[in-house]
């Protein structure tokens, strides 16, 4: 267990709708990172949190969006979706901004897009 | 354009044996590395990690190597275990350096089975 909680662990939706996922880092991790793992393009950076703000942004499409609450969990909020968001998205959690800083991540959540 | 590569998607070994999974990396910058274990329907778990001012870390049965002028990066795993059996993914990422954001860079995995 490393400490990382997702939920919900499925998620079963429509296309054109919207989800909300949530992750609580480990105690003291300041740090959240989200990673969306589809079967062809294996892990992918999608955002990254430090304490409250953003911090860095990979492949995040326009349609998602993320922030971290005072609490540091964190919401990845996703829109209009399609059948291509269907995948695994991850939490990691990590004690400083990155760097030599060891992400943790959570158990995933995997969405389905009908 | 994949900055790591794991170039075997699969590898069987027989227990008690060595296994050598293999990663190389395109990005100059990268200066932190780390392997994850992942077993179906879980999250990857940190196994090892290694700076680049070092070409060595060891834990327990777990040593990984790194060859900075080669881009290259070895997990060893000694002696191999059923309950090794799992997915391996090497990452990098470009912090220290402040050239990068801190986001780990993942290659495509490497499927370990260890036969009893």
């Known amino acids: 267990d490393s400490g990382v909680t997702q939920t919900p662990k499925h998620l079963i939706t429509a296309t054109g709708q919207r989800v909300t996922l949530r992750c609580s880092p480990r105690?003291?991790?300041?740090?959240v990172y989200w990673y969306q793992q589809s079967l062809d393009q294996g892990l992918q950076f999608l955002i990254q949190?430090?304490?409250?703000?953003?911090?860095a942004k990979g492949n995040i499409l326009e349609r998602f969006s993320a922030q971290q609450f005072p609490d540091l969990h964190s919401e990845l909020n996703l829109s209009s979706l399609e059948l291509g968001d269907s995948a695994l998205y991850f939490c990691?959690?990590?004690?400083?901004?990155?760097?030599?800083?060891?992400?943790?991540f959570g158990p995933g959540t995997r969405l389905t897009v009908l | 354009d994949q900055q790591v590569k794991q170039n075997s998607p699969s590898l069987s070994v027989q227990e008690g044996r060595i296994s050598i999974l293999n990663c190389d990396y395109t990005?100059?910058?990268?200066?932190?590395f780390l392997w994850y274990k992942k077993y179906p329907a879980e999250g990857p778990t940190f196994l090892i990690s290694i700076s680049s001012i070092k070409d060595k870390n060891e834990d327990g049965r777990f040593t990984v190597f790194l060859n900075k002028s080669a881009k290259h990066l070895s997990l060893h795993i000694v002696p191999s275990q059923p309950g090794d059996s799992a997915v391996y993914f090497c990452?990098?990422?470009?912090?220290?350096?402040?050239?990068?954001?801190?986001?780990?860079?993942f290659g495509k995995g490497t499927k370990l089975s260890v036969i009893p």
């Open positions: 990005n100059s910058m990268f200066d932190y």
């Open positions: 949190y430090y304490n409250g703000e953003e911090r």
């Open positions: 990452a990098a990422s470009a912090g220290k350096s402040g050239a990068g954001s801190y986001q780990l860079t």
């Open positions: 105690s003291g991790d300041l740090s």
């Open positions: 990691a959690s990590s004690v400083g901004p990155g760097g030599v800083n060891t992400q943790y």
